[in-house]
Each structure stands twice: as structure tokens, then as C-alpha cells.
């Protein structure tokens, strides 16, 4: 799944194979024993990666009150 989440550009990487021998017992096969098969390629690129300039995200000015807000929900106390 990472390799398909993180590799694949589905504009470019995915595509069809008609009219390919398969199993001829699917009763879903038109011709029988024919199918169209799907290739995805989530192959690792050639080369390096490419560097993007990026911006890490800071810690939200208000994360203790939120903080806060949680522990009391967590740990509240049933009556």
C-alpha cells in the first residue's frame, strides 16, 4: 500500500492491457478466457529525488489549552 500511496501517478503510471488471456472459467469474461488486465507501476523512479523547498509547521500557539481540554475529557469521571 505505501509503494501505491506514495509511487503512483495515476495519469501517468496505471494503464490497460485488453483483450489479455485469463482464466477461462469467469463467467464475466467476454470473450471466454479473455479479460482486461490492470498494470500499476509503483516502481522506485531512477535517479534522485527531486528536493522541494518545504516548510515545517510549528507547534498551534493555543496546543496547551486544547491539551487541556482533552486530558479533562479523558479523564472525567463517571457519576
Known amino acids: 500500500m505505501w509503494a501505491l500511496t506514495t509511487r503512483v501517478r495515476p495519469d501517468k503510471d496505471v494503464f490497460k492491457v485488453p483483450h489479455a488471456p485469463g482464466?477461462?472459467?469467469d463467467p464475466s469474461s467476454e470473450p471466454a478466457g479473455m479479460h482486461t488486465k490492470l498494470v500499476i507501476d509503483a516502481?522506485?523512479?531512477?535517479?534522485?529525488d527531486k528536493a522541494r523547498d518545504t516548510e515545517l509547521l510549528g507547534t498551534p500557539e493555543d496546543t496547551?489549552?486544547?491539551r487541556e481540554i482533552l486530558d479533562n475529557m479523558v479523564n472525567r469521571?463517571?457519576?
Open 23 to 25: 482464466m477461462p472459467l
Open 43 to 48: 516502481t522506485t523512479p531512477v535517479g534522485a
Open 64 to 66: 496547551d489549552k486544547w
Open 77 to 79: 469521571k463517571e457519576d
